[in-house]
């Protein structure tokens, strides 16, 4: 049984459908704990009446990204961590967090990366008018929401979205896309070859959305 991790600053909602799917199709994994930076995220009643081991480690009561990201990786680490997951965590991690979980660490960032790293994705997709966007899981890098990609869900982008409905929209198919991913690693199918990620058995790691639009 493989350990998985959870880090989340919020709602949850990708945690949820992970540890739903995990509970559910009866993964060679289970998840030992959702950790938060912030005690007051959503997503820890959810993992808690899930049965699922919460600890928060308030980022503010650190002086400094190291000594935060020293004790957050000290309580991950008394899970004995084989995955950790990057669910809507909203903190930059220092280079030695991230080398320490290398080739074991994943995130779902909300676009198709290396399109609109960093914040504000959905807004950033609609000032340039592309008419795909997406979500992207990838494993984590030091470099911020760079690392090879595993698995990508795209969506059309139409006249009338708003940040909002495309957010909406694409959050759907990250709870379709999130825990394919995770359970990938789990069931040990993911490599890496020269920073390209490959699954075996070949599967397609693209998820389009059923929402494109009729044609006039
Ligand atoms: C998601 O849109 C995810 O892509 C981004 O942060 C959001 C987290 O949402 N990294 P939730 O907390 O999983 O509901």
């Not at 009866?26 to 030992?32: D, K, L, N, V």
């Not at 503010?60 to 002086?63: D, I, R, V």
């Not at 030091?142 to 595993?150: K, M, R, S």
């Given at each position: 049984m493989k350990n998985i991790v959870i880090l989340i600053s919020g709602r949850g909602s990708n945690m949820e459908a992970i540890v739903r799917a995990c509970q559910s199709e009866?993964?060679?994994?289970?998840?030992?704990a959702v950790i938060s930076n912030r005690p007051d995220a959503a997503g820890l009643g959810f993992a808690a009446s899930h049965g699922i081991a919460t600890a928060v480690v308030d980022h503010?009561?650190?002086?400094d990204r190291e000594s935060f990201d020293a004790a957050l990786a000290q309580a991950i680490d008394g899970f004995s961590p084989d995955l950790v997951v990057l669910a809507g965590f909203m903190r930059i991690l220092t280079a030695g967090f991230v080398k320490h979980y290398e080739r074991r660490m994943l995130n779902i960032h909300p676009s198709l990366l290396p399109c609109f790293p960093g914040l504000h994705t959905h807004e950033q997709a609609l000032a340039v008018g592309v008419k795909v966007h997406g979500a992207t899981v990838h494993f984590v890098t030091?470099?911020?929401?760079?690392?090879?990609?595993?698995l990508q869900a795209a969506i059309e982008v139409r006249q009338s979205d708003t940040p909002d409905t495309l957010a909406a929209r694409l959050l759907t198919q990250e709870h379709v896309i999130y825990p394919r991913a995770v359970r990938w690693f789990v069931e040990g199918r993911l490599s890496l070859d020269q920073g390209v990620v490959r699954v075996s058995p070949d599967v397609s790691q693209l998820v389009i959305g059923a929402d494109a639009a009729e044609v006039a």
């Open positions: 009866g993964w060679p994994g289970r998840i030992a503010k009561g650190y002086p030091a470099e911020l929401d760079h690392g090879p990609i595993v």
